[in-house]
């Protein structure tokens, strides 16, 4: 037996590995992608080493910082050298997970979802989209990046053939929650969500959220501050050329002010069918 083999089976590396990746805070793990997205462009024009300095640079973030992520997931660079391009851009594909297969559903392909359909920058970054789908008669069986829409009922079949990973929620906030449950019904354990809603899925499965309205009341708050307009409970409360900025706390209701106003007017949406269930996608 190997002096470092565990006599229960288990692999001692592979366990280091789980703890290292338990261990990187969340914050880290998103600059990793800037810091992955980085070193693609540097690889395609030929660099073989970049400096703590440099990549810190480019990623918008100090040097100090750059040294303290990287080095969770082992990466010290070499001094006066700096880091291997290609050896750094292999540790942080392996960190989160970008050396296996992902497959990528998306539900309600309106305005947004369709953008997102034609966006060819996922599957550069290894999340291909391989399936559609949405309610509107007038979408379902036509092809959109030459992608077939099917279908919502057809969430759980579809999901298992293709092998999904990775589920895109791109609906209004009404029908939101039921796409949800079909993804995760269909083993899908990984969810993007552009919907203005907070779902409620199981411990196991992770959900992003993306929603552009608080996006832009954030902006609206900093635009304030740079006027020197008074912060009240949270929220700017001053005007920019004579024009509100914004009059509310950006929480004063349970779902946020944002999620609030777009949710009522998602359900007077008459693309809301009966079972609750929308397909065309609105801009939050």
Known sequence: M???????????????????DRAIPEATVARLAVYLRVLGELATTGGETVSSEDLSAAAGVNSAKLRKDLSYIGSNGTRGVGYEVARLVQQIEQTLGLTRRHAVALVGVGNLGHALAGYSGFAGRGFPLCALFDVDPDLVGIHIAGILVEHIDRIAEVCVQRGVTIGVIATPGAAAQAVCNQLVGAGVRSILNFAPVVLQVPQEVEVRKVDLAVEMQILSFHVARRHGEPALNGAASGSTNGTPILSKPVDETAGGSVNGSVNSSVLRDPAVSRDGLVGRAVMP
């Open 2 to 20: 190997h002096p470092q083999a565990d006599p229960s089976g288990e692999d001692p590396a592979r366990e280091d590995a789980v703890k290292l």
